[in-house]
């Protein structure tokens, strides 16, 4: 077998020292790879690869490179002109004796951008090798991935309905399964049993980076939790639908494997999208692809870092180091002293002056405070500044800045009614001003009933909301419109190479370095996928039709086909920016439209719609993951085809004991958070979206049809700032403006505020600009290490304070824990409703 430390490369290894004719690297390295946005190591390599390299290759390859790259955000964008430059330069190739040294240097570039990844945050973690010998779907790889899929379905089932949520993510487990998998190195015999012609042992040999990666591919699926948990929370409990049957688990694991697969079967079928390209990175991948190099890679150098000091701690041990003090220091924000957390200064100082609280109030308010926090949980919330792309982070916070102006203009002027309301809830009101209260204008079967509607009150919404679904709209038409504009090209790549699979044909689409890696392994067939699809369809029938649920089995097919058409887009959206584009809002204006009444239609139709998007999305982050590390991709499907499977029994049964087990689950006030802050939007949405209908809201004469105007404004959006970027140079900043993220920044409203954003811009200036560009060797080596051990403790720490402490009652009583008052402490309105009246149409004469 071969051993761990041997390597196949990609292209032909090169001496280090290798250089190009009349270039002193060693007096000119460290000033060219500043230039190229790479370590001298990088430039160095590029450097021998470039000796092999013609002119016309170099041409050929800088061509590619510009037409693929010319709108792509994260690719370096002065790499891109000069690549321009080099095409456009016609005395290069005319008379190339001349100018021997210019053909160098973008020999050097084409290198390194073709040899290796263009984008250096790839570079900074994934190798542009194989070692196709190492042993991957192993049986304690199996054992120990399948144990951490049960541990993260548990936990992270559990703690989705509580505010802030916790999850346990993938560097988790590749933190974990580290100790385990060594000790399974060590202690387990070389026993086996041989099946055509492959021997499988417990233990054959040293614990691989591939096996690690595999365990942590599995453990992901079980973190991804099936979104038919909504539907039977809302179903089941009395505060919400009160439906007995929903009970029954028979129907529950029927929806969770249903839109589980379906999620994988599309994942699969659009990885020429959004797996293959070299520009979709994934960002998030990258935290768990460095943790895991961290641990396998014993070598150490020093970096120059801030300061202009030597660093040489080992990732290893710098990630015990951060692990320990975010593991320690987290107890104090989340349980010692949870005024930390959300540190509301602003409001304590007068918490009765209502103007105050409602601009700067972190639980009420909009949160607009300099310094909110001092939890990473809670600077992490919108984009964890570490991992996603420094402009990425900066329209989104402009994004939502747009969208907190947006609110105060709204509310200040008591539009729609606003003013009697709370200013920053996910909460529904009636024209009295208080809670919605659903069964008064519901039938026995769940459903809208026309008489006790007009006897109640139709629905109203604060600004909060109203911003936020203001900009779900446009979001939703610019995402199409972006992805047109900016990645058609893209797209029509990705269905002829799907086409020309499905004939048969091997493929060649994809030439960057991880693709050619990957094509010595043999290919899973696209009909694999579609089984899977089929598979799925006729257990979200099932669901449907076997339980009085009083809907159709259309609204199955209705769901996925909504679905097919916003993989790509929002598919593409989170490869090249790490955020995720959710379009449930508009699963639900479309599924109350096409059914209005029935709330539970309207739910099915969001959830085949939206869940099996959101799914395919995070199978497909999983499949790049098993790319970079080339994991051979028939293991890799039917690892996450057993995963799948396990975490959907694991979930529906902890979501079982959580509602029956769990006291005042849900409620606003629950002592442990569990208060189902995504169980009550969903709720909400149901009743507004699917009891009520879209069309009594939005249609005509409905109290908020002016918010279609976001349609036509988020489709036009892209084609202005398309246009617009075409005429400035690519180096300057509005090439970095991203419409759809200043979009997507407005939609983080409604409870949460600016509050949950606004923490993120200083350390993502810090990570992402200031040491990228100053010290890119130092950031590459421990950037994303830090960015995993931070999130590691605090899942980590969290459940130990849970279990240890607040299960059991355990509560330190004094200010730090119950600092909140006045307005924080109980929702405040700017206006006073007379009692007795009510504002709105007269009652018998809604919309």
Same mark, same amino acid.
């Given at each position: ?123 900074? &973690? ?10 991957? #779907? ?88 099936? @979104? ?7 179903? =089941? ?27 994988? #079967? ?115 919330? &919108? ?19 747009? #969208? ?46 026309? @008489? ?99 809907? @159709?089995?259309? &609204? ?52 085949? #719609? ?122 300057? =900043? ?44 130092? =950031? ?68």
């Amino acid at each position: 077998m071969t051993g761990e430390n041997e390597k196949i490369e990609a292209v032909p290894a090169v001496a280090a020292e290798a250089q190009p004719d009349g270039l002193d690297m060693k007096l000119e390295g460290d000033e060219l790879a500043r230039r190229l946005s790479a370590t001298v190591d990088e430039v160095l390599t590029a450097q021998g690869h470039a000796r092999d390299l013609t002119l016309e290759d170099a041409r050929e390859r800088a061509q590619q490179i510009v037409e693929a790259h010319s709108h792509d955000p994260n690719f370096p964008h002065g790499a891109w002109g000069r690549m321009n430059a080099f095409l456009g330069n016609a005395a290069l190739f005319e008379t190339p004796e001349k100018h021997q040294r210019a053909i160098e240097m973008a020999k050097i570039e084409v290198s390194l951008l073709t040899s290796n990844s263009p984008y250096s945050e790839v570079r900074a &973690v994934v190798d542009p090798i194989d070692n196709p010998g190492l042993p991957c #779907g192993t049986i304690r790889a199996w054992v120990i991935g399948l144990g951490f899929v049960i541990a993260l379905a548990f936990i992270n089932q559990l703690f989705s309905v509580r505010q802030p949520s916790i999850f346990l993510d993938a560097a988790i487990v590749q933190f974990l399964a580290f100790p385990v998998g060594k000790a399974a190195e060590r202690f387990l015999p070389d026993v086996g049993f041989e099946v055509f012609g492959v021997r499988h042992s417990l233990n054959p040999g040293p614990f691989n980076k591939k096996e690690h990666m595999l365990i942590s591919i599995m453990a992901n699926v079980g973190k991804t939790l099936p @979104s038919s948990r909504y539907i039977i929370f809302t179903q =089941w409990l009395e505060r919400y639908f009160d439906q007995p049957y929903a009970r029954s688990f028979g129907y529950q694991i029927l929806l969770a494997l249903s839109t589980d697969f379906m999620g994988f #079967g599309l994942a699969g079928l659009c990885r020429r999208f959004l797996v293959y390209p070299s520009f979709c990175l994934w960002p998030r991948s990258l935290v768990t692809i460095a943790l895991n190099s961290s641990l396998h890679n014993e070598e150490n150098h020093s970096v120059i870092g801030p300061f202009r000091k030597f660093f040489n701690i080992s990732r290893f041990r710098f990630f015990m180091v951060a692990f320990a003090a975010m593991f320690v220091y987290f107890w104090f924000p989340d349980y010692i002293f949870g005024a930390l957390s959300l540190f509301n200064w602003l409001a304590w100082i007068a918490p009765t002056n209502y103007n105050l609280t409602a601009i700067s109030g972190i639980k009420k308010g909009l949160g607009f405070n300099p310094l909110p926090t001092f939890d990473w949980n809670i600077v992490t919330h &919108v984009a964890d500044p570490l991992i996603v792309p420094f402009h990425v982070t900066i329209n989104t916070f402009f994004g939502v800045l747009l #969208g907190g102006i947006v609110i105060i203009g709204i509310y200040w002027t008591n539009a729609y009614h606003t003013g009697y309301l709370p200013i920053n809830t996910n909460g529904m009101f009636n024209h009295f001003g208080k809670s919605y209260n659903v069964s008064m204008i519901l039938d026995d079967r769940g459903w809208l009933d026309e @008489s006790k509607y007009q006897q109640y009150s139709p629905v109203y919404l604060a600004a909060s909301s109203l911003n936020m679904y203001f900009f779900f709209f446009a979001l939703y038409a610019a995402t199409v419109s972006y992805a047109f504009l900016y990645h058609r090209h893209d797209i029509v790549l990705g269905f002829k190479s799907l086409a020309r699979s499905f004939r048969g044909r091997q493929t060649d689409d994809f030439k960057d370095v991880h693709s050619r890696l990957m094509s010595v392994y043999r290919e899973v067939p696209e009909w694999w996928y579609m089984i899977l699809n089929v598979f799925a369809i006729a257990l979200g029938v099932g669901a449907v039709a076997a339980w009085p649920t009083f809907t @159709s089995v259309g &609204v199955v097919f209705f769901g996925i086909a909504l679905a097919l058409i916003f993989t790509i887009p929002t598919g593409i959206i989170s490869a090249t920016t790490g955020m995720d584009i959710e379009f449930n809002v508009l699963a639900e204006f479309i599924g109350g439209a096409w059914q209005p009444g029935n709330a539970l239609a309207m739910n099915f139709f969001k959830c085949f #719609g939206y869940v099996t998007t959101a799914h395919a999305l995070q199978f497909a982050n999983d499949l790049k993951l098993a790319h970079y590390v080339k994991i051979p991709q028939r293991q890799t499907f039917w690892a996450q085809i057993v995963a799948v499977f396990v975490s959907a029994f694991v979930c529906t049964g902890v979501m079982n004991f959580q509602i029956r087990n769990i006291p005042d689950l849900c409620e606003e006030n629950q002592k442990d958070r569990f208060t189902c802050p995504g169980v009550n939007t969903y709720f909400t949405a149901a009743v507004l979206f699917g009891s009520i209908g879209a069309k009594k809201v939005f249609g005509a004469g409905g109290q908020y049809t002016a918010l279609l105007s976001a349609f036509p404004i988020g489709l036009a959006l892209p084609f202005v700032f398309y246009y617009a970027q075409k005429r400035v140079p690519q180096t300057h =900043w509005f090439r970095r403006v991203h419409p759809v993220m200043l979009l997507a920044g407005g939609i983080h409203w409604s409870p949460y505020n600016i509050a949950y954003m606004w923490p993120a811009v200083l350390p993502a200036y810090i990570s992402m600009k200031y040491l990228r560009t100053r010290y890119l060797a130092f =950031w590459a080596k421990y950037n994303y290490v830090l960015s995993a051990a931070f999130s590691t403790a605090i899942a980590l720490a969290s459940v130990v304070i849970f279990f240890a402490v607040s299960y059991h009652g355990y509560h330190i009583d004094w200010w730090g824990n119950d600092a909140e008052s006045g307005c924080e402490a109980e929702a405040c309105t700017r206006l006073a409703m007379p009692e007795g009246e009510y504002f709105g149409p007269k009652v018998g004469s809604f919309a």
